[in-house]
């Protein structure tokens, strides 16, 4: 599982020697990031929440990546075809059954049935292997909804 940082953003300006013109496009990149940072922290107040009853799910920041990438597209044995994303807690869901390896999707990992834990909707699944846990929520079921303070 991989989490991506914000020293990733820049790399190509790690080990430069300053001039001064380059100087003052460090300043200008400081401010960038400043910003690009406020929007990151502004994207973290979004809740996502249960498409059905709008009950809060999970936020933004728990988003992660499983396998390299958040965002999966799996069809199940019966072909029918999910829109996933990986969070890595979702309070809002209540997890049911015996976890199985059956026609897992990510190898390795058990899951079992994550519901709307207020309305009973079908939001995905809950996958674990050992300590390491994380949720698979069908996108189609949830939508974003901004936090107002
Ligand atoms: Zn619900």
Request: proline content about 3%; overall charge neutral; glycine content about 6%.
């Amino acid at each position: 599982m991989t989490f991506r940082t914000s020293n990733e953003i820049h790399p190509y300006h790690i080990g430069h020697p300053l001039t001064v013109k380059e100087s003052s496009d460090e300043q200008i990149e400081a401010v960038c990031s400043k910003i690009l940072q406020e929007t990151e922290t502004e994207k973290k107040k979004e809740s996502i929440i249960c498409k059905n009853c709008r009950n809060e799910i999970t936020t933004v920041e728990y988003s992660i990546a499983a396998n390299g990438q958040h965002a999966h597209i799996f069809k199940n044995p019966l072909g029918i075809t999910f829109h996933i994303g990986c969070f890595s807690r979702a309070w809002g869901c209540f997890i049911y059954g015996i976890p199985t390896y059956e026609a897992t999707w990510f190898t390795g990992f058990t899951w079992c049935i994550a519901v709307c834990a207020n309305c009973f909707t079908h939001l995905g699944w809950h996958y674990q292997s050992g300590r390491e846990s994380f949720y698979g929520l069908i996108m189609a079921n949830l939508v974003k909804h901004v936090k107002i303070h």
